[in-house]
């Protein structure tokens, strides 16, 4: 091999050896292997060599080549980890430092949460106490209690989730509750009235599209007594609204509708305004005063007792309170979405301090 490609690989390995970073490395690389590099102008020059010479000299020059390759990759990787193990350092987190106040993305409350502890303020202040029952309910309490007995319609109409039943049992099966209405039939079976609760909960429907999902949230109401009336629903329900949407005056229309567990049924609109947008009505809830059927299930007498229920879902109004627009994407985990929609966790919604301040 020539002297000057020896003094050349030389003069490589060390600009190589003493590249300080990846970027000075980087630089040897393109002044030695590059297009316009010290290596392939050498090759240039074969042409120019007699015959006899070029074989040698063509060997010479890739020799040199795949060891300059070679020490190139080695510093890479040492520089590598290093510039990892600085960067490490670098962005080390001690995990004991007290939390900084007014951190940009801090932890939110999903507007589910919120509204779910909004209802519950507004009605505790009412004097309702919270009642709750399970995901998985039986086939009993999800339906047949609540007068809708098998072969019913309303069955069907529910896209009930059927639990897998044990091989050979002959129990009815159990099935993801389709709504929170058998938590009346559990509070009812419990306790002696007067009952007056809510119980907010999470409910399943094999349904899915731009508006619903499978798994879904509702609050369940139940009021029931010796003299209540479809006046007490009614002022119930209107407190409600006002107080929910923030609003000294709210208009509510009351239609009539059908449910196996009311008689009569209604369903319950707000005039759009409340949530500034006038001219509309939306749907926010069932209701009605509870089907003698349904109080006779549970051991009472309905000559005796009555009441009103309601069920209202709280995706719902929290997507007309807060403005949400897809009910898909309460449910995708996506933080941005949670950073934009979400509330503070120090924000704990009450009547005295505002719900949603
Ligand atoms: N359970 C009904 C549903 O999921 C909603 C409902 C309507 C509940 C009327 C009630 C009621 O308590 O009285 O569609």
Same mark, same amino acid.
């Given at each position: 091999m020539s002297t000057e490609l020896v003094a050349l690989e030389h003069t490589l390995v060390a600009e190589i050896t003493t590249a300080a970073d990846l970027k000075a490395l980087e630089e040897v690389r393109i002044s030695a292997l590059g297009k316009k590099g010290r290596v392939p102008e050498l090759m240039a020059q074969l042409g120019k060599l007699p015959p006899e010479e070029k074989k040698a000299f063509g060997q010479a020059v890739n020799g040199l080549r795949d060891r300059v390759t070679t020490s190139l990759e080695t510093r890479k990787t040492a520089l590598s980890a290093g510039a990892l193990l600085e960067k490490l350092k670098a962005e080390r987190v001690d995990v004991t430092l007290p939390v900084r106040a007014g951190g940009g993305h801090d932890g939110r409350i999903h507007p589910v949460s919120q509204v779910w502890d909004e209802v519950i303020e507004i009605f505790a202040d009412m004097g309702f106490s919270i009642a709750e029952g399970p995901d998985i309910e039986t086939d009993d309490l999800n339906f047949t209690k609540l007068n809708?007995? *098998?072969?019913?319609?309303a069955r069907q109409e529910h896209d009930t989730f059927y639990m897998r039943s044990q091989p050979g049992s002959t129990d009815a099966p159990l099935v993801l509750r389709t709504h929170t209405s058998p938590v009346q039939i559990r509070t009812m079976l419990a306790q002696k009235p007067p009952i007056r609760i809510i119980a907010p909960g999470r409910v399943y429907r094999l349904d899915s599209d731009a508006t619903h999902t499978p798994m879904f949230h509702q609050i369940e109401g139940l009021v029931i007594d010796k003299a209540t009336h479809l006046g007490h629903l009614k002022w119930t329900l209107t407190e409600f609204a006002k107080a929910f949407f923030e609003v000294d005056d709210v208009k509510m229309r009351f239609r009539a509708s059908h449910f196996p567990?009311? *008689?009569?049924s209604m369903e319950v609109d707000i005039g759009a305004e409340a949530i500034g947008k006038p001219g509309k009505w939306l749907e926010i809830l069932g209701s009605g005063m509870v089907h003698p059927n349904v109080i006779r299930n549970c051991g009472l007498d309905p000559d005796v007792y009555q009441g009103f229920a309601f069920g209202m879902g709280i995706d719902r109004i929290a997507m007309l309170k807060y403005g949400i627009p897809d009910l898909r994407a309460m449910f995708a985990g996506d933080l941005r979405w949670l950073w934009h929609y979400g509330f503070s966790a120090l924000d704990m919604p009450s009547l005295a301090g505002g719900l949603s301040s």
């Open positions: 809708i007995p *098998e072969e019913h319609p567990f009311t *008689e009569p």
